[in-house]
Every structure is written in structure tokens, then in C-alpha cells.
């Protein structure tokens, strides 16, 4: 991981979720926020928090609301990774979160050394995208 302490936003409506995440992610040097639904996860968007990535659940308030922490996240600038994670992933709503061009789409009950580590190469790939853009 390339970024000192980067922060992190995981929004998941199931507290076990959300806090298993949280803890396994602060291990590994994040600093974490969390959100219970997509509506404080756009609360938290809209009020400029800057975040390095963005863990969402697909399915919380209604099926695939998800995708609209997606679509907020991917206004934000600098844009952070975005990574959806679903128990209920099917091929209609697979397809729509991959043409939104999320970084990576993970499957519950998620592999978190998996996760973990697919997370420090996408970061390092956006920083690196990052810095050869300003050096142009």
C-alpha cells in the first residue's frame, strides 16, 4: 500500500458486517468511516468527505441500491477505488455494477485476504495512474 493511512468508507446494513470490515481494515493501517445505508453513505459523499475507496453492499435499504453509493463515489475527486460486495449477486445486477466500471466486485461470505490484498494493488494502480497524469 503506497498511501499512508488511506481512507476508507464501507457501507453495509448488516452491523457484523460493516464492523468485521472496519477492524480488519484499521489492522491493516486504513482509516475507516462507515455507513448503515445508502442514504448516510451519500450523507457522508455529499458533505466532501475524501476517501482512497469505497466498500458498498449491493443490496441494503432495496435490491441494488448499491450501485447509487456508486454512482456518488464515482463523482468525487480525487475518484476513489470502488469495490461492491454482494450476497445476492446475480447476472443482471453483476453486469450493471461492472458497466459502471467498479475496480472489483466481490461475492459474500468475501475472502478478506482476497479482498485485502486486491485493495492494496488497486490503490497503488490509482496512485500510480495519479502521479504519472501530474507529471505529464
Do not use: H
Not at 453492499?57 to 432495496?62: F, H, S, Y
Not at 461475492?107 to 504519472?132: C, F, H, N, Y
Amino acid at each position: 500500500m503506497s498511501i499512508p493511512n488511506p481512507k476508507l468508507l464501507i457501507v453495509d446494513d448488516e452491523p457484523s458486517v460493516a464492523l468485521t470490515l472496519k477492524m480488519i481494515f484499521q489492522r491493516e493501517g486504513y482509516e475507516v468511516a462507515t455507513a448503515a445505508s445508502c442514504a448516510e453513505a451519500l450523507r457522508i459523499i455529499d458533505d466532501r468527505a475524501a476517501f482512497d475507496a469505497v466498500i458498498t453492499d449491493l443490496n441494503m435499504e432495496r435490491e441494488d441500491i448499491g450501485l447509487e453509493v456508486v454512482k456518488a463515489a464515482q463523482q468525487m475527486a480525487p475518484k476513489p477505488v470502488v469495490v461492491v460486495c454482494t450476497g445476492y449477486a446475480n447476472l443482471q445486477n453483476s453486469a450493471k455494477a461492472l458497466q459502471m466500471k467498479i475496480d472489483y466486485l466481490a461475492t459474500k461470505p468475501v475472502d478478506l485476504e482476497q479482498l485485502i490484498g486486491a485493495m492494496s494493488v488497486m490503490l497503488r494502480r490509482r496512485d500510480d495512474g495519479a502521479s504519472r497524469a501530474t507529471a505529464s
